[in-house]
């Protein structure tokens, strides 16, 4: 890694030059270029690989902790390549509708320059969007930015953390459309036709964006989820199952406790406990929200939760608490029942059986 960084400082400040040039002129940088020899596209492909390089170092902060590094970086080296492969064939595929004459190899060393630029204002706008999210919200900022959803309505620095993402997106395809005029210089088309493959471009292009952003989140996940999703829940468990009994606190007030387990084909769950306490006129909740993967193994079923997080509200305040809960791995032995009144499914621990019944 050492030897690689020396590499990468040693080339910055030419990297910086071309960097500038670009930005100033696109289509007068590739011009001039000879990019038919192979020093041209070494020279392309380094460009690209520092862009990479830089980019993985900046977003360090974000990877998901007791990572292997190594191992991250190179995971998102490739997936960066594959990606930039995917979406060269989008553009390659919008020219030839056309009539566009240049061939892929062509198209791809153009592409190293110009998606470095886009790469690299993402990376920009991905971690001020981060560090915006970490201050405004930093109980649920590491589920967000391990790709999932927090309970509870949207808090302002989720808001701002998806709309500064939105708005890199925008001024990567901004920058798309300043440098399509490269594009359509090399092809030797006309304004008309070269519209026509910006707008088949910005219509496929979202295609392999997709694939990139969900094979990312996929390596930003802890790996155990991972793992958990290999022992795959049984059909007859997919679907919503809920179970409402009534419970004293404490001090022994009653109140009315709701559980509900739903599972999804792919073995993701989501579970959410609810305590209503009923005081006078009023009622207190306390909420518990777990999403996460489930893998069964016998009659095993082990849930991993993702995010795990806690509630408090009441229907006489406008106040609502929310914070963060261990993320520790749920083990039971389970059974479908299959009754003549219906299906109940019992999950079993050290503290007791409790069954849940189907829900819509």
């Known amino acids: 890694m050492k030897e690689l960084f020396d590499k990468a400082l040693h080339a910055l400040p030419a990297y910086v030059s071309d960097v500038l040039e670009i930005l100033s002129g ?9 990019l038919a020899t192979a020093e041209s596209a070494r020279e392309a492909y380094t460009f690209l690989a520092i862009t990479v390089f830089l980019s993985l170092i900046a977003q360090v902060s974000i990877l998901p902790e007791q990572k292997d590094y190594l191992l991250s ?3 998102l080296a490739v997936m960066s ?13 919008s020219w030839r509708i056309v009539g566009g004459k240049l061939s892929f190899k062509i198209f791809f060393i153009v592409s190293c320059y110009f998606a470095s ?11 001020i969007a981060a560090g915006f999210l970490k201050y405004l919200d ?9 790709g999932a959803v927090p309970v509870g309505p949207p808090s302002s620095g989720t808001v701002g953390f998806l709309l500064i993402t939105c ?36 219509l496929l292009s979202p295609i392999p964006l997709a694939i990139q952003v969900l094979m990312q989140q996929n390596l930003m996940s802890e790996p155990d989820h991972r793992a958990a999703a290999r022992g795959r829940i049984p059909l007859e468990m997919v679907g919503s199952w809920k179970a409402t009994y009534p419970a004293t606190d404490s001090a022994g007030i009653p109140s009315i406790e709701t559980a509900t387990y739903k599972f999804g084909p792919g073995g993701d769950y989501d579970r959410i406990h609810q305590k209503s306490l009923k005081q006078g006129t009023c009622t207190n909740t306390a909420e518990e929200n777990a999403h996460g993967q489930a893998s069964v193994d016998g009659s095993t079923l082990t849930l991993v939760p993702r995010t795990h997080l806690g509630a408090r509200y009441g229907s006489c305040s406008s106040e609502r608490s929310v914070s963060t809960l261990n993320l520790d791995k749920e083990i039971y032995s389970f059974e479908i029942q299959h ?5 109940l499914l019992c999950l079993t621990d050290r503290y007791g059986q409790q069954c849940f019944l189907p829900a819509p």
Do not use: C
């Open 117 to 127: 630029v886009s790469t690299l204002l993402l990376t920009v706008f991905t971690l």
């Open 339 to 343: 009754q003549a009144t219906g299906w």
């Open 81 to 93: 390549a594959f990606g930039l492969i995917l979406m060269s064939v989008v553009l390659y595929f």
């Open 73 to 75: 970086f190179a995971s």
């Open 167 to 202: 708005i890199g997106f925008l001024a990567a395809y901004v920058w798309i459309f300043v440098a399509w005029g490269a594009y359509r210089r090399l092809n030797n088309s006309t304004r008309g036709r070269s519209a026509i493959a910006l707008t088949v471009f910005t």
């Open 26 to 34: 696109p289509k007068a940088f590739i011009e001039s270029r000879d």
């Open 138 to 146: 930093p109980d649920n900022a590491t589920q967000i930015l391990h």
